[in-house]
């Protein structure tokens, strides 16, 4: 969502549509395959190209971009319980088989964020907006507008606050 939202507010993307959308992302993935390669010690030549653009990067492949660049992250946060669920659905769909249960795989994905964020925290070339999934679907326009300002104050607020759809939102707490 946080992709799409920087796209519909007029942020250049960099994506390849190599993964296209499905019935887990209806709205498609925003992924860039050499990405990917970052914790292989792979090229990385294509960081200068995409400066002032957005690019998607999980977490764990964010300690693996160097210091020789400045970067704003905006770090998407979602609860554990609805991540795992959002996975098992995505998995039962496909018909692959599990991982660890559900309890350890949120235990394993708290360790690892608590981890990133520290790792953010301490290199200075790292500048981080913590959005909440929840929040910016029940509060777009103002959560489009904090996402504005932590870019830079010229995206269109009212076409990223558009783009949050309750409906996507399938997995969510109750």
């Not at 887990?24 to 653009?53: H, I, M």
């Not at 029940?138 to 830079?152: C, S, Y």
């Amino acid at each position: 969502m946080a992709m799409r939202m920087l796209e519909a507010g007029g942020l250049p993307i960099v994506t390849d549509g190599i993964r296209s959308a499905d019935s887990a992302n209806p709205k498609g993935y925003y992924e860039f395959e050499p990405v990917k390669g970052l914790d292989k010690g792979g090229d990385t030549a294509w960081l200068a190209d995409s400066r002032g653009k957005a690019v998607k990067i999980i977490s764990f492949l964010l300690t693996h971009l160097p210091e020789s660049y400045d970067y704003r992250v905006v770090f998407m946060r979602r609860d554990l319980g609805e991540v795992v669920a959002s996975q098992n659905q995505m998995l039962d769909t496909r018909g692959e088989e599990r991982g660890a249960a559900d309890d350890r795989t949120a235990e394993l994905y708290t360790r690892h964020l608590e981890q990133v964020e520290r790792f953010l925290r301490q290199r200075a070339c790292f500048e981080v907006l913590m959005a909440d999934y929840s929040a910016v679907v029940a509060d777009p326009g103002g959560q489009a507008a904090r996402l504005n300002r932590f870019i830079g104050g010229s995206l269109d607020v009212a076409r990223m606050a558009a783009v949050a759809e309750p409906a996507l939102y399938r997995n969510r707490r109750a």
